[in-house]
């Protein structure tokens, strides 16, 4: 029995025991900075929630300064529908999600389970550091273009990017609308399916979810190896992975291999493409959504004279360099001078890459990649090699670009310091990834 399904059977006795021992946990490493609120008085399984997401009466500061005493007035829809969960406190992330480190948070940087001195992925580091160290049970991130997967490899946990309209996006801070998604995170596939399970579904005030038929995918877990295809990118083993990750994922490829699962191989030659395009779309989009973040309606406010000058003065102390850099970069391509440059040329780049990908997913159930393309690095360090710097959101990008799901799974170790494999699959079809998942699982 995995753990999370052995934590919804648990008796009363046995489970108040369970949380406290959680409680004792989040005292113990408060230096690793996974919680920005913790709330008491927990008595069912418990789950986290990555402080992007809007709980109703708690405090929602996106991780930034600039609305520190926000206290969020309604609930997202997806906790709305958490049923039989204790909310245990709201994690910390990368500002606004402008990151993939969780080392750009304006309440410390978030470290590493597995070596404090190193980075936990980002931006919902908080959510991956809370699961590894048995802070919660359950975690709720979000994923735009590797939120949720880059710290669910780096901290050792599982992971899942739905589908975009899948889960309601309705109470959620969003960093790039197009490509934002809300998804579990937990200690296996089988919690990572049970809280997907709960968090489907149209929502009336998102209309870009879907109206699909409810499937209770905890309880569709199990296949026969032999019906599923796996479709391996060459790119796996390209300069630009490290070559212990690129073996790791290697191996686990032949595990599944030798359970029955068929292999077939595909290149991406475009697959390049996907970092720029991805960053100049994005910071269109964010750039956007950070207007309303001016001291006015909430948030501290700095004096002033005009209305100018107070909204200069706020944003200029309370947004950090990141958030700051990449609205001035949204700002930029999205000119009327610059537009047809960069943001189109960007948007047509990514109906390119989204052909390609789809054309790829065609040949099997599943497409297989690292997670995260390098181990995770110190947290002070500068990364001053390009290749590296380019490759970090090289494989979790394929997802968003088709509006596709993605799992990863721990699937060995380096060391201390765990590696993620990613299961992609076609739109809608969380099934066939979380079914891998559970298989590898069990290959362990």
């Given at each position: 029995?995995?753990?999370?399904?052995?934590?919804?059977?648990?008796?009363?006795?046995?489970?108040?025991?369970?949380?406290?021992?959680?409680?004792?946990?989040?005292?113990?490493?408060?230096?690793?900075?996974?919680?920005?609120?913790?709330?008491?008085?927990?008595?069912?399984?418990?789950?986290?929630?990555?402080?992007?997401?809007?709980?109703?009466?708690?405090?929602?500061?996106?991780?930034?300064?600039?609305?520190?005493?926000?206290?969020?007035?309604?609930?997202?829809?997806?906790?709305?529908?958490?049923?039989?969960?204790?909310?245990?406190?709201?994690?910390?992330?990368?500002?606004?999600?402008?990151?993939?480190?969780?080392?750009?948070?304006?309440?410390?940087?978030?470290?590493?389970?597995?070596?404090?001195?190193?980075?936990?992925?980002?931006?919902s580091a908080g959510n991956g550091v809370a699961l590894a160290l048995d802070m919660c049970d359950f975690?709720?991130?979000?994923?735009?273009?590797?939120?949720?997967?880059?710290?669910?490899?780096?901290?050792?946990?599982?992971?899942?990017?739905?589908?975009?309209?899948?889960?309601?996006?309705?109470?959620?801070?969003?960093?790039?609308?197009?490509?934002?998604?809300?998804?579990?995170?937990?200690?296996?596939?089988?919690?990572?399916?049970?809280?997907?399970?709960?968090?489907?579904?149209?929502?009336?005030?998102?209309?870009?979810?879907?109206?699909?038929?409810?499937?209770?995918?905890?309880?569709?877990?199990?296949?026969?190896?032999?019906?599923?295809?796996?479709?391996?990118?060459?790119?796996?083993?390209?300069?630009?992975?490290?070559?212990?990750?690129?073996?790791?994922?290697?191996?686990?490829?032949?595990?599944?291999?030798?359970?029955?699962?068929?292999?077939?191989?595909?290149?991406?030659?475009?697959?390049?493409?996907?970092?720029?395009?991805?960053?100049?779309?994005?910071?269109?989009?964010?750039?956007?959504?950070?207007?309303?973040?001016?001291?006015?309606?909430?948030?501290?406010?700095?004096?002033?004279?005009?209305?100018?000058?107070?909204?200069?003065?706020?944003?200029?102390?309370?947004?950090?360099?990141?958030?700051?850099?990449?609205?001035?970069?949204?700002?930029?391509?999205?000119?009327?001078?610059?537009?047809?440059?960069?943001?189109?040329?960007?948007?047509?780049?990514?109906?390119?890459?989204?052909?390609?990908?789809?054309?790829?997913?065609?040949?099997?159930?599943?497409?297989?990649?690292?997670?995260?393309?390098?181990?995770?690095?110190?947290?002070?360090?500068?990364?001053?090699?390009?290749?590296?710097?380019?490759?970090?959101?090289?494989?979790?990008?394929?997802?968003?670009?088709?509006?596709?799901?993605?799992?990863?799974?721990?699937?060995?170790?380096?060391?201390?310091?765990?590696?993620?494999?990613?299961?992609?699959?076609?739109?809608?079809?969380?099934?066939?990834?979380?079914?891998?998942?559970?298989?590898?699982?069990?290959?362990?």
């Amino acid at each position: 029995m995995m753990q999370s399904e052995k934590v919804l059977k648990m008796e009363a006795k046995e489970l108040k025991e369970h949380i406290a021992r959680q409680y004792d946990s989040i005292e113990k490493h408060r230096k690793f900075n996974a919680f920005i609120t913790v709330n008491k008085g927990a008595d069912r399984p418990t789950i986290a929630i990555k402080d992007n997401i809007t709980v109703k009466g708690m405090r929602a500061t996106g991780s930034s300064k600039i609305i520190d005493n926000y206290i969020a007035p309604y609930s997202a829809t997806a906790v709305e529908r958490l049923k039989n969960l204790s909310i245990i406190g709201k994690t910390a992330l990368d500002a606004f999600g402008t990151g993939s480190t969780g080392s750009n948070s304006d309440y410390g940087p978030v470290r590493n389970p597995h070596d404090e001195k190193r980075v936990a992925g980002g931006s919902s580091a908080g959510n991956g550091v809370a699961l590894a160290l048995d802070m919660c049970d359950f975690a709720l991130g979000t994923d735009t273009y590797g939120s949720l997967r880059s710290p669910s490899s780096f901290c050792g946990v599982v992971g899942l990017r739905p589908s975009y309209g899948l889960v309601s996006r309705y109470g959620l801070m969003d960093l790039s609308m197009s490509l934002d998604t809300i998804g579990p995170m937990a200690h296996d596939v089988y919690g990572a399916a049970y809280i997907l399970s709960m968090i489907v579904g149209h929502d009336s005030r998102d209309c870009l979810t879907e109206k699909s038929k409810k499937i209770e995918y905890h309880k569709e877990l199990d296949i026969d190896a032999k019906r599923l295809t796996m479709i391996v990118l060459e790119e796996n083993d390209s300069d630009l992975v490290d070559r212990k990750v690129a073996k790791t994922v290697a191996s686990a490829v032949e595990r599944l291999e030798q359970a029955g699962v068929k292999k077939v191989t595909a290149k991406l030659p475009d697959l390049d493409k996907s970092i720029p395009m991805y960053y100049l779309s994005m910071a269109a989009e964010f750039a956007s959504a950070m207007q309303k973040f001016d001291g006015l309606r909430y948030g501290p406010r700095e004096e002033g004279y005009e209305l100018e000058e107070i909204v200069s003065k706020t944003r200029g102390r309370y947004l950090n360099a990141e958030i700051k850099r990449r609205i001035m970069l949204g700002t930029f391509v999205t000119m009327k001078e610059q537009q047809s440059k960069w943001y189109a040329a960007a948007i047509k780049a990514r109906a390119r890459l989204k052909q390609e990908i789809n054309k790829v997913m065609e040949r099997g159930d599943v497409l297989i990649t690292p997670t995260m393309p390098v181990l995770p690095w110190k947290i002070e360090e500068i990364m001053d090699d390009p290749l590296k710097n380019y490759a970090m959101d090289l494989f979790s990008g394929l997802a968003p670009i088709i509006g596709g799901p993605a799992l990863s799974v721990p699937c060995g170790n380096i060391g201390e310091l765990p590696i993620g494999l990613q299961i992609g699959a076609k739109r809608f079809d969380e099934l066939k990834c979380l079914q891998l998942g559970n298989l590898f699982e069990g290959l362990k």
